[in-house]
Structure formats: structure tokens, C-alpha cells
């Protein structure tokens, strides 16, 4: 009935028109999300708020920035994209975030949480500096706004001297529930809304940094949040403007209102929680340490529950923190309870350690104090695409000192090194992907910067293989390769830092091949090749290429951007 | 007088007796900070403070953390380290930052901005759970406080149910004078501060994060200090508090007060302004770019005049941004600045560029933005230490797809770079040395990818060498070489990211040597390595082995940790 209906069009409709609209609109994000996957609560939230802002503002010519960017399925809906849903967050199909690449009416890609309050800025002033004529807006969850980066960007409005919109869309999740005194605050400004609903209430801290503020207000009643926006939307020419508003997670999906931690990101299928995976391993492994050793704590930025650590809070929750999205903060939280000897556990995902790395170099590793990071979601991790490959932590992570960097092999490696950490006593990361999809045998005795043969060779050639995915992939390769009359020798380089010096020396005669699911460049491949590179020695290195890793599934990724088995296989028979 | 006096022995003396203790700890500073060099103001306004601190509370049992740190000298001078002192910030000596390392007065490393917080809170929950019984006091100027760490450290205040003590140094400065709304904040709180003397005063801010808010008092006036800190010892046992403090920068010493920029950090000898080295290139050339193309814009976290744009600043004012010690926010600013059409310039130190990683991977360069990062005090930068070695750069930007990486062989080749980047068009880091010391000829013209032979050899080897030291150190290497027969090409490898593959094929008969100022691990000789791992050729690599290097002097500290051009020479000699 409404299909690929634009922004202009909107604007002759009535209330009755757009309020069937949201219906509709809300109805295709179920299907399209239940059919290919994707972020489903926090789009179902958002429906009329978009709406609305479509309504009264004019994009592409104003813009808009949505913070992380899991809640634009109604932006793209109305901006032309429809029939790119039927790929949504496919190889070369639509992104599940905003992308310039994409849409005009995508100004700025997010991904990471916070950015959006800076880019914002960075908009309007470049808008003042060349004399546009436009608004912009940043449409940012309580779960983001902990980051510090929505601080600093506040810190810095006043400075600027420009105008913007921020929409604080509270709906009190951010993958886990919010916390912190930011989120409490915005709870004490939402407690009496009942009463003071419509009129223009004070918010202190906010006006401190130069906004005038407006809330609290039903983000799901459409005809309020038209209301609001046309009275802003004047006001912007003069002030900043945060607009305070309440939405549902999961709004119209009884499953989602019910599990919105679980429907934060779901496969394509019908929506359900998504099966444990390494995460559990962590999980059930830290409640068991924690039982023998009452100086583990845990740590974590805002995702108890994806990162398998319920079992731990659950049963201590005196040693267990979520420090909401702020991941220096959780970094130098465990720096320093280690400091006092503590043995603090902080599980991250790949790429939003990123965030971390000034921290893990200054705090945790020039002080070399005994920080287990668990690095889930390592290697390509697929639907997100580019700003979630988790495919740069090994080459960050080499070159600082005194960091022991593990990868295991499988989930059981993975309990054998979380065992170990418990007294290793220094700074350790352990990497891993989501899914356990292999097995390897048994587990050798885990000490640091030992590796394991997993299958002997005839001398010709071995395969150094980081974690199960690039492991399972030398096993293909090595079975391909052996049909040529080869025989691979395959290693399980379980530690990337420090490399097992050893067993690299005795494979002096073979050509070495490095497999990790990791850039190329500085990676554990490139520690080998520069460990060999003076020995006249044939050292060849399977990582990933200079270039992003776009949205896709992680095999056919894998495949395309470096590591298929055949181009091992092909690389091995014409060498040896 | 007052010989290596402890905090137990302070706790005798008399108002008096303290008084002029503070003094005679006011010309210890002053005396060795111009005999070795440090930080000069920041101290010199802690005087009274300190031995407030260590009047009232109970040190090394009590724990108190120094944001960055640069303030430390009088706890020092207090905790039995004054012998140490004529050693200050050299090789083997005192570090100008407080060291676990050093003495159990150190609880906590610091160096970057923003730590503290989060780092007291650690402490502190750690000191709960097993049942400790001290305080926790973390002290920061108000320039670090502008940095996003602190407010998520506060917004996790009530979350973490623990007290600590958080003293707000405010002297207005941070390198550069303190921006932002915060700072802005805190002056309202201290401007009717002479009337409300001595009273309660209220902060909204800061309550509704949990602490209880005193202020605004004199930092330099000793009785008043001793009086609140010990009322709010007795307040820590229920209560997180704040207090806020004015002192002033380079407090007793006339050329201090009023050059608190110059003298934030001073050489050795007579305190001087100092001297202008490559930022003042940029300052310069930027300046000039900035004539001929309005789209031109600057940003700087806080560092403005070391990093030389104050030209910059004062002939182009709107389009230039100081945004506080907020180095991820900064990033963002040039990101979403280059995404409507602007060109922004992101200088910093290469330290502080590792809390951009994250933005600079995500934000920059997956949108593919033309901003230019000029990275300055690239490599070792030495009396600071372990927290201000710029050797990581090239490691964490070499997997980043879409970046340039060009390291200049000189100014005027610095110089040319900068005139390169203006229409380049893509994400550009450029990294250099604080010091401008040495000249290499002509600048051959700047294109991405492109090296320059600067010595021809014999094809028997060549040095691939990045950066004026690195090069300086290939041709004294060469010339030592030479003495034994063989004659060594040199090449200025001035882009690091794309390489000159040309030029490295034409390389074949060679042997390789790779020489760059940054960790061997990841840096610009791995990327060779990579090249080369397939074709049995020889390749050396020259760079810092894996570990923190300490403070001293530039030129030891890069023949300790790997670069001296013996080391070089002798590889050579023993190689062709």
C-alpha cells in the first residue's frame, strides 16, 4: 500500500495516513528481519520517531546521524530503499547501518557507539563554514550516550558555536540494560513525565552544556513527536536542542518487548536467542574460576549477555561490572583492580577493543598487570560488515610489550587457556570467533608460546594455522595439497605472542605457509615472515588484504578476501 | 633543611614548620627542573596541595593517583625519592611520572589524560572487596578532566557503590588553556567564589553523579587545604566527594606565571620557550595552504602551540579547533568535516594518537575521508618515558586499509608533503620527529607510493630507511660499511602505506635492510618482510625489539633499543 514511499510524499499526508504508515512500515521490518536477519527491537522503537522526522525535516538536504546505526530500517524505508531489503545485510545487499556509499540520505556511516554527537557537530560547522542552509541531527540511544565520546562532543558545543539537534531515544537497553548515573538521570528527567507531559521541563546538566531540553515524551505517539520537531525545528536556527524522548524496544512484537536483549541482533529465520557458543565456554569456565579464586572479576562494556557472562554475574555479582558502552573506562577498571591483585577478566568483541588500545598499552601493559582480555567475535564477523570485522586485533595487538596473545584452537583450548590465565600472572589476550564449529582433539598443556602439531608432514611443507577457522581451512587445504603427493605437516599456533621459537627453528627445511583470520599486514603472519626473513627462507602469508571487509557471510567472506583452502592448496603444490 | 622529610614526619610539624616546607620544596623544584629539564608550572602550582596530602592522609596506605602525572614531583620529594632528583627524567633515573616501579608511594601509572578516575574507582573497589581500609584520592588539572574517560568513570560512581576522593586542580590550563563547557562550568562555580568563601556550595553536575561537591577554595593556601582535606577524610568513610581547588601554574617563580605554556614542560639549563622544530613546518605551511584553499581547517586536542598552529589560529580563527585533551572526538570533528567537503588537518602526538585508533579505522578511513593526521614526536621521544614513546604508529596504521602513511626525510620534504595532501584526497597520516636536525638534498616530487634512492651502491645491499633519524643512521652505517668494501644504496622509503614496489622490485639482487624509528613488530620492516617471504631473499629488519623503552636521552636510548648504526653496519658487512 505504501510502497517505496519517500519523504516528500509524506508531508501531504494526514495524521491517520502516517499513523497507518507506521503500521505498515513496522510490519515489513518484521518480515524483513525474520527473513534475512538483523537488528529488529531497537528499528521496531523507532517507527514513529522516523516518521516523524521525515515528516517535518527535509532529507537528504538536512541530515541525520543515528548513533551505531541499528535503528535506520524506517530511514531507509522511506528513503528509497525498500527493495534492498531482501538482501539486507547480504553479500552486496543492503547495510544493516548508514552508508554514504549507499543513499544521500546517508551523511555520515556509524557503527561504533557515541560518534554521533561529534559528527554532528563536525557537520554543522562545516554547514556555517560554507553558508548551508540546513539542520542536523543526531539520533542517539541512553545505552550510547555513556560513552565519553557524547561527553567530550558536549563539552564542546558551546566552543563551536553551531546549532544541532539530539535526540535521546531512551528506551532503557543498550544491548543489555543501561546503566550508570547518565541513564539514572535521564530517569529521574523521565520519573514525573506523567504530570508535566507537554510542558517544557529543566534538565540542568544539559543547558550547562548549551542545549536547551525538551522532554520527556512518548517517542511511539506520532503526533506529539511531529509536534515537537516542528516547534524545534525553528528553534534550531538560533540554540541547540537535546529532545528527550521514550520509545519501546521491540515496540508491536510481543517476542521482542519480552526479550529485547535477545532480539537486539537476530539470524535470518524466525526470531529465538541465539545458540552459546564460545561465549558459553567463557561463560561456564569464569563461574568455575571464580568459584577456586575469589580475586577473578569481571568486566564488561555493556553486553553481559552476547558475551556469555550471565552465569558469572549472576553468581557473583559483587565481582562482576558492566560499566555501560565505555570500554576505556572498562579497560582502566581492570588495570587498576589488578593493580591492587586482583585477576580481572574484561570480554570485549574484536572490534570495539579497538577503543581500548591506548589503554591496553598504557595501563595494562607498560604496567604489565595481569588483565585477561577475552576477544570475542574475532575474525570476519560477517552481517555487520566493515565497522564489525573483527580482523585488526592481532596486528594491533603484536606489537605491545609484554602482552601474551593466544588463539585456541577450539572451545576446549579455549576452557585449557582460561584455566591457565588464572595464574599466569601477566597481561594476556585470547581470541576467538563467535561460533564453535570445530574440534581438534585433545587439548596439549596450555604454556605460554608453545605450539602443537596436529598432523605430521613429509618435510616439504607446514601450515601455521591461528584458531579453528584458519586450522579447519589447512586441513582442507593440507587434503587438497596431499592429492598433488604432498604431505602437510599442520600446526596449531596457538600463541601469536610469544611464537614458539622452538618449533619454527626444527621446521627450518619446509616452506612455511601462516593462515590467521586477520589482516595480512602485521599480523601473526607477518611475525613469521619477519622471524625468517633473514634466512633465505619461503615463507608465504594468508591473512587479509589492504582493503575493508564488507557485509557477507563468513565463509564466502573468508573465501574472497584471502583465505580459501584452494589458494593454500594451489600455493603448496606449486612451491614445494 | 628539610632533607628527604617523610609524610609520617610532616604530621608533627607545625603550620609554620609547613609553611616554610613548602617553600624550600618550591626552590627544590625549581632547582632541579633547570638542571635536568621536566615539568616545571603544573609543580610549582602543587606545592601546598601535596604536602596538604601528606599531612592528612596516610601514604603509602592511602593511594592517590596523579592524572598524566606531571604534577608528581613534590609527592615525591615527599616519599623519600629527593636524592633521585638529580637524576630527573634521565636514563636509568627518576622518572618525571609517578612509577609503581619506583616506590610504593606509586600505586598507579599515569601518562594520558583521563585515567585517574577510572583508575581511583578500581583502587577503591578492589579495596572493598577484600575488606581494605584506606582512601583513594585521584588528582586532576582541569584540562584532563575535558577528556571523555572522566565522565564515564563518574557515570559508574553509583553503579560501583565505593567512595573516592577526586580533587579538581583547575589552573585554566591544560598544554594550552583549558576550553570547553566543563571548564566553563567550573569557572561559574569559581567565580563568586570570594563571596561564598569558605561555603558549602552546591554542583549540580557533580551530585547527580554521585559525589558530594566541595569548593572553590585556594590550592595554594596550605591552612585552608589541611582544614578541608581533614573534614573530608572523615566524609570518605559514608561519601564520594569532590574537591575543587584553584592553584596557580608556575606558582613563585615570575617566568613561569607568566609563560605557562612555554614552560609546561622545559629542557635542561635556563628555562626558555622552545625552540620551533617541524611543527613549526606545519605551522607555517598550513598557514600558507590555508591562504590559498578556504576549505582548510585544523583541529588540535589541547596541543595547539606544540604542535606549532598557533599561525594557524590567530590568522584563520573559524576554521580553527581546540577541542581539550579529546582525542577521539577530534577525530571524529575531521572525519565528519572531510565528509562535507572540508579538509581537515588532525595534528598530535604520536602517544596520544593511539586513543584515535578506533575513529581513525572506523570513522576516517572506512568512509574514506580525505583528512590528514600529522603525527608529531613520532618515535622516541625520550625523558618522558615508556607513556610518551611515539614507536607504535607505524604498527597500528599499517593494517588500516585506505590510508596513506608518508614519513618525510626532512622539513623541506615534510614541507612538500603537506602542499602533496592538500588535493590528495584520501585518508593521509604523516608522521615526524619533534626536531628537525638533519637535511637530505632536494625534495624529489611527493606521489603516493614513491621512494627516492639517495646513495646509489654496488647492488649488494641496500638500506631502506624511514625518517630523517632512520636515515641518518643509514649513512653513518654505509659510511662504516664502505671502509670494508662494500658500497650501500640508501633509500628514503618515505611511504610507509602504499610501497614503492617498483623500486623494491628493481631491489632483487640485493640484500634488504629496513631501518625505521617504531617497533620492529607490525612497523614498515614487516611489511618488507611480508614482500619478500616468498622469494628467499634476505631481509633485515631494523626497529625496536619488543619491550617499553624508558626514558633518556633520544640518540642512547635508539642505539639501546636497536638501531644503533654499528649494529647496522656490522649486518651489513657480515651479510654481502
Redesign the interface.
Known amino acids: 500500500m505504501f510502497e517505496n514511499i519517500t519523504g516528500a510524499q509524506l508531508k501531504s499526508m494526514s495524521l491517520g495516513g502516517l499513523t497507518a504508515l507506521c503500521e505498515e512500515l513496522r510490519k515489513k521490518i518484521i518480515k524483513y528481519v525474520v527473513q534475512n536477519g538483523g537488528h529488529l527491537s531497537s528499528n521496531l522503537g523507532m517507527v514513529e520517531l522516523t516518521v516523524a522526522l521525515h515528516y517535518v525535516f527535509d532529507f537528504p538536504k538536512d541530515k541525520i546521524i543515528f548513533d551505531v546505526g541499528h535503528q535506520c530500517y524506517t530511514h531507509k524505508l522511506l528513503s528509497g530503499r525498500e527493495d534492498g531489503f531482501t538482501t539486507l545485510r547480504k553479500r552486496g545487499g543492503l547495510s544493516g547501518f548508514p552508508k ?1 556509499e549507499e543513499s544521500a540520505f546517508d ?3 556509524t ?2 557507539a557515541g ?1 554521533s554527537v ?6 554543522a ?3 556555517d ?2 553558508g548551508g542552509d540546513y539542520d542536523v541531527i543526531a539520533v542517539i540511544g541512553d545505552g550510547s550516550f ?15 558555536k553551531t546549532n544541532i539537534l539530539v535526540i535521546i531515544n531512551d528506551n532503557g537497553m543498550s544491548i543489555s540494560p543501561t ?4 541513564h ?2 535521564l530517569e529521574v528527567l523521565s520519573a514525573d513525565a506523567e504530570e508535566q507531559y507537554h510542558k517544557n521541563r529543566r534538565a ?2 544539559f543547558e ?3 542545549f536547551e531540553y525538551d522532554g520527556v515524551y512518548d517517542g511511539n505517539d506520532l503526533a506529539v513527536m511531529i509536534e515537537r520537531l516542528k516547534e524545534i525545528r525553528e528553534k534550531l536556527k538560533t540554540q541547540s536542542v537535546i529532545l528527550h524522548v521514550l520509545t519501546k524496544k521491540g515496540k508491536g512484537y510481543s517476542f521482542c518487548e519480552e526479550h529485547p536483549e535477545a532480539t537486539h541482533g537476530i539470524g535470518a529465520g524466525k526470531p529465538s536467542v541465539p545458540a552459546v557458543e564460545y561465549s558459553s565456554v567463557l561463560g561456564e569456565k569464569l563461574t568455575e574460576l571464580g568459584a577456586k579464586d575469589e580475586k577473578i ?1 569481571a568486566v564488561t562494556a555493556a553486553m553481559t549477555g552476547s558475551l556469555g557472562l550471565n552465569p558469572f554475574f549472576e553468581k557473583y555479582p ?2 562482576a ?4 558502552i ?1 570500554e ?2 572498562a579497560t ?6 589488578a ?4 585477576k580481572p577478566y574484561y570480554a570485549v568483541y574484536s572490534t ?1 577493543l ?2 581500548s ?3 591496553i ?3 595494562i ?3 604489565n598487570l595481569p588483565v585477561t582480555i577475552c576477544i570475542d567475535r574475532a575474525g570476519i564477523s560477517g552481517a555487520d560488515g ?2 564489525h570485522q573483527g580482523v ?1 586485533d592481532l ?2 595487538l ?5 602482552l601474551t596473545v593466544a588463539v585456541p584452537k577450539d572451545k576446549d583450548e579455549f576452557a585449557a587457556m582460561l584455566e591457565f590465565s588464572k595464574d599466569y600472572g601477566k597481561p594476556l589476550a585470547i581470541r576467538y570467533p563467535r561460533a564453535c564449529t570445530h574440534s581438534f582433539g585433545p587439548v596439549k598443556k596450555v604454556e605460554a608460546g608453545t605450539w602443537e602439531i596436529l598432523k605430521e608432514g613429509d618435510g616439504r611443507a607446514a601450515i601455521l594455522a591461528c584458531g579453528e577457522r584458519a586450522i579447519a581451512r589447512a586441513f582442507t587445504a593440507a587434503e587438497k595439497a596431499e592429492k598433488s603427493g604432498v604431505r602437510v605437516c599442520i600446526i596449531n599456533a596457538r600463541f601469536v ?1 610469544p611464537l614458539d621459537k622452538k618449533m619454527l627453528d626444527a621446521l627450518k627445511e619446509s616452506v612455511i605457509i601462516t593462515v590467521e583470520d586477520n ?5 601473526f ?3 613469521i ?2 622471524y ?10 594468508f591473512g587479509y588484504a ?3 571487509i564488507e557485509q557477507g557471510g563468513i565463509d564466502e567472506l573468508m573465501d574472497d578476501y584471502g583465505l580459501s583452502a584452494e589458494s593454500i592448496a594451489d600455493y603448496i603444490i606449486k ?1 614445494v
Chains 1, 2 share one sequence.
Do not use: W
Not at 118 to 123: E, K, N, R, V, Y
Not at 179 to 182: I, Y
Not at 321 to 324: L, Y
Open positions: 554514504r551523511c555520515y556511516n557503527g561504533h560518534t561529534s559528527a554532528a557537530l563536525g557537520i560547522k562545516a554547514r563554514l560554507s555513556n560513552n565519553g565520546l557524547v561527553y567530550e562532543a558536549f563539552n564542546s558545543l558551546k566552543p563551536l546503566v550508570g548515573s547518565m539514572e538521570y540542568g546538566i550547562k552544556f548549551g572479576v559483587e565481582r561490572f558492566d560499566v555501560g565505555c576505556e573506562h582502566i577498571l581492570c588495570a587498576s583492580m593493580a591492587e591483585g586482583y570495539f579497538q577503543r588500545f591506548d589503554e598499552i598504557i595501563d601493559c607498560s604496567q566493515e565497522t585488526f596486528s594491533f603484536a606489537p605491545v610489550p609484554n605472542k589482516m595480512a599486514a602485521g599480523g603472519g607477518s611475525l615472515a619477519e625468517f626473513a633473514d634466512a633465505k627462507k619461503r615463507v608465504k602469508v589492504d582493503s575493508f612451491s
